[in-house]
């Protein structure tokens, strides 16, 4: 999987009936609400109902501070339990933190801001 290095303008504008694609090979992320410039929250793209929000918090002094939160109900068997929990929730942590790291460069990039240093720099 390839990822683009700049904001690419092509791919600025979702609108609810859309979906988004994370890899070639895997189905889409329906997309349920949209706010030009404040959010995205896309479902989920298994049989377990869940949601993936974007949002952007507006700071002080033209920054914007990116939030991701996520909302799932899985299945209750132990076996279950444990892949999520020891497998998935790591492996995805570490995927989540390497793809916000991404977004950021790109719109540092595209926005000719100063790089900034919160938490997610360390």
């Known amino acids: 999987m390839r990822n683009a290095d700049r904001v690419l303008p092509e791919f600025q504008e979702i609108r609810g009936a859309n979906a988004v ?3 070639p090979k895997v189905p ?3 997309v349920l ?3 030009p410039e404040r959010a ?3 479902g989920s793209n298994t049989r377990d109902p869940g949601t993936r929000g974007l949002y952007l918090k507006p700071l002080r002094d033209d920054r914007t501070h990116l939030v991701v939160r996520g909302r799932g109900d899985c299945q209750a068997n ?3 339990w ?3 929990r020891i497998l998935f929730e790591p492996i995805h942590s570490v995927m989540e933190r390497k793809m916000l790291l991404g977004i950021r460069a ?3 990039k595209a926005g000719d801001a100063p790089p900034s240093t919160p938490a997610l720099a360390r």
């Open 78 to 80: 132990p076996l279950h």
């Open 21 to 23: 694609r994370l890899h």
């Open 28 to 30: 889409p992320l329906p």
């Open 82 to 84: 444990v892949v999520r």
């Open 106 to 108: 790109r719109a540092e």
């Open 33 to 35: 609400l949209v706010e």
């Open 40 to 42: 995205l929250v896309m």
